[in-house]
């Protein structure tokens, strides 16, 4: 297995690992709701992909939320073509742990989904999440229109105005339209589900976060 000499820094495409041509092979049946995890969803809903550390986590903030529909987790914002686990935890994929997350806009609105992400963890801390340390863990949004977009870049200024009046860093968090994701094994979807005393890294600021 290779393993970047610092995997705070985002290889580049060159640099990474090749990948493969296989997509994983998962269920596609979300552990607890039922509902498929992959396309194509309900007419009229919506997807984000966000970073916030370790995926175990971080997906069961969402599934709960009314108006979301579907949850998975997975690797985008690299290079390497359908990653493994493993492979990302190298560093040389260049992808960060992700949640993808299908809702309904008539029900929850982007903002509340971002605002439970920034409350959930710590998005001025770079190549890490507490003790997870990698560029697997950098805090990230994946979005899927300009639309989105905006409103992303609103709720980062307005989350940015209250860290400093709490006298926290800058905001951290990489934008970028979504290219692609790639699902994750099986075994780590819903994992907090199936695995009740598993690891959960979620940690946040402490500071409420204003938009929504």
């Known amino acids: 297995m290779w393993i970047t000499e610092d995997k705070q820094t985002i290889p580049t495409a060159q640099d990474s690992l090749p990948g493969r041509s296989e997509a994983v092979k998962i269920s596609g049946i979300h552990h607890v709701n039922g509902r498929s995890i992959v396309a194509p969803f309900p007419a009229g809903c919506e997807e984000i992909v966000l970073g916030l550390g370790c995926f175990w986590g971080a997906e069961r903030l ?3 939320l009314p108006g979301v529909m579907a949850t998975a987790v997975g690797y985008a914002g690299g290079h390497t073509p359908n990653p493994t686990y493993e492979e990302t935890c190298t560093g040389k994929t260049g992808h960060t742990e992700v949640v993808r997350v299908i809702f309904d806009p008539t029900v929850i609105g982007l903002p509340e989904i971002l605002r439970a992400s920034f409350e959930a963890h710590d ?3 770079g190549m890490r999440q507490g003790n997870d340390i990698g560029n697997q863990y950098r805090s990230a949004i994946f979005h899927v229109d ?8 609103k709720g980062l200024a307005d989350y940015q105005q209250a860290l400093d009046q709490s006298g926290l860093g800058r905001i951290t968090t990489e934008v970028a339209p979504l290219t692609e994701f790639y699902y994750a094994e099986e075994y780590h979807q819903q994992y907090l589900a199936k695995n009740p005393g598993g690891y959960c ?3 946040g600021t402490g500071i409420s976060c204003p938009i929504g």
């Open 201 to 203: 890294g979620l940690k």
């Open 146 to 153: 300009e639309a989105q977009c905006e409103i992303i870049e």
């Open 62 to 64: 969402f599934w709960p």
């Open 123 to 125: 998005p001025t801390q």
